[in-house]
């Protein structure tokens, strides 16, 4: 196994064999060393170092470190290779990974290394690049194992045989039709048990789980978890097939978009597939966040009128103001937690539609219970600032009910879009709080009223 | 493929099958539909057809099925059947998902069922019981090709054909040496191509990457997706190799990981792997959540001393207390953009420790550019509640102070926790808006005691 020990360890040894300046020692390292913990040494290295480090490595491990490496240090590395050797290294890689790396990571340099590469494939890779950013067709690899209904299974294990190096995938050969259209899939564990003289056509598996090219990438991902495929074809609407997307690719958009739900629910819209934190121009990430900020601005705004609604109670007793701050982030902190347990049972299918009145009955029963233990602290502090019991009172009560209903607001948000058909990952902390503030607010100075007899 | 539109027909067929009660028809239907299909459509039916649509299906797909319909439905199903034909569906899954079953959907049953389960399978599974929840062992199959050293190609590829219809990987065959010791992986596209004399010990590649039965389910799939694997093999210390965790299960992994983290940010530390959102006692939730709340809850309370030093300003102007949670919800929101935007830049490498004083840079010039625009509003919003314009200007410079105070610490603190090893995933949006509230507070009073000589 692979540990972080071993990793740290590779790391020292290559530093060390750069400081002595011991390019065979360097370069039996890194050639027994995985394409990815090269491409994570490398992103530690200093520039010069980079490069020194990359030159050692033979053509194909660079491509695959290549692929692996931070966008900082693949253009960095670009910028100090040639084109001409930089679309060597490009051929090297499959035709998707190369399209992510033009588009992601020099796209400045794009057309002149598509120009330096081998027509044939620069074509591959122009092909890719006519789909959207994040479809299948921009993940699509088109080396599949294609073979005719009319063949027999012996026939076809030779097909495998003669590009099994370049597939990728051999878990499904594909079965093309006239036109190249897809007929079926025929899976190799069916095909290594198969009678040698058995027909493709009779094997296959007719009606294939396809996806077209313009497919979103989640939308991918979802079909290849749901039913366990280890690819899935991309399949033009004329029927044609296109290439295969592989579980690999669909475990790298899943490793992308966990972290992109985490980002929803900070109130973040990301953008297209080739920006990182560092490309997005400034200005650029400023006008994605403004129009959320704006909204729950304008909506937060609701809390001033609120208060001055209640200004005689306030002028009355300033020692009221003291707490809104605490109560309405206890009521938002609440909440949060109740969304994001929502958004996951949701997700995970824990939690249906239909089951809305128990859900309903949960979050109320945990609101007072976590409620009751927070009023009693509340209690406690307020008394100890040295407040009147009835404004202690006032804010420990407030507490049970805000809690109370945070968890509630908590939990029908998610559900209600849900129901519109809204994903509820889309439903954000920033939006709860903004939601629970004003609400939470006119709680407080009603009960104050009632118990303060302002 | 299947859209929507196709499961949404599918469902209706079944429904309509059912209220003719046309039981040929309805088995027909079954027996063409894809398994997780099945599973959706029977956790969206009433208990009563639940279990008449479930009795309508051929042993193997009734495992199939069994093993994705949601928590409710299993038990639902679990509970009409016989203890011995429930064992017969338990007997045809795999031992990971039989022992997922056992312990996530019918804890209550679990020792019944072992005994009326066939004693081979219930071994099986016992021994995986054995190891901790979200571990390698409890995911691993043991059922993979295994091959000696000295075994020719051809041999290799007869062992393969004997067990691929069970196998759980076939892409890689496993070399096991003296004690079942794994002595290195055959991946079978090498052996597709080799010469059939030629020896498996020749073949293989040695030191393969494997896991502990007690690895984290989240470092296994860290593993197999950092280096693109079919399957990793799961050794104890001794060597013996146990059984191999696949690449269907990292998917899987991985789509659950991504709803935790959300779960994280939202501040809610998810509990054991058998819980699901109903399964938890909500005493039991309650005591998950309140730790956090009350740490929060202490911290910010800090905000009524803050308040209370301001006393004698607020008293003099009560109309200063209107805009306070505005401002302090303004600044919360802000951090929550900032923080979840840097924990998945920190998660995907796209941003690395080194780069902090270029991160600080960015988001002290994107708080101030969002600080003015919202700060503009903020003057309207002021003016137009008829405020005087000393007290316009106090909140709307105090807007853009919070946001770029509220940038940065929504940076720092995620880059700090890399520092510190803590998982920046652990950094929640309660926890900025708690960290926020107190000094955005005392920004704003501070502008007010300046601005309007109070």
Redesign the interface.
Known sequence: ??SLIDFDRLEAEVRSALARDDMDALRALLAAA?P?DVADII??LDDDDQVRVFRLLELEQAAEVLDET??DATRELISELSTDEAAEILEELDSDDAAAILTEDVPERQQALLDAMDPEDAADVRALLRYPPQSAGRLMNDTFVAVRPGQTAAQA?DE??AI??DAAV??YLYVLEGGGRLGGTLS??KL??APPTQTVGELMRPRP????PE?DQEEVAR??????L?AVPVVHSDGRMLGVVT??D???I???????????????E?GAADE???TVP??Q??RR??P???L???G??I???V??FF?GE??KL??L??????L???G???G??????????L??????LR?IW??LW?EL??GM??GV??GG??LG??LA?GQVAALAATVALSVVAICTWANIIGALVPMAARRFNVDP?LV???MI??LV??SG?AIYLLIAGALLRL
Not at 254 to 268: I, K, M, Q
């Open positions: 196994m692979t995985y990815p992103d530690r931070s966008v294990l495998l045989r099994v190096h051999i878990a190799l564990r290594l048990v789980l396809t996806v077209a497919t079909i290849v978890a749901r039913y366990d280890a579980a690999d669909v475990i790298d899943l490793v992308e978009e966990g972290t992109e739900d985490v980002l929803r629910f900070g109130g973040v990301r990182t934190y560092f400034i200005l990430s400023v966040r403004i959320w900020l704006l729950l601005f304008v937060g705004s809390t001033a009128n208060l001055g200004e306030l002028q300033v020692a103001t003291f707490y809104v701050p605490l309405i982030g206890t938002g902190n609440t949060a937690q109740t969304v994001s347990t929502l958004i996951r049972a997700a995970l299918g824990e939690v249906r089951d128990r859900v949960r029963a945990a219970a976590l233990m927070l602290v509340a502090k307020v600032d990952a954000s902390a920033p709080t903004t503030d004003a607010l």
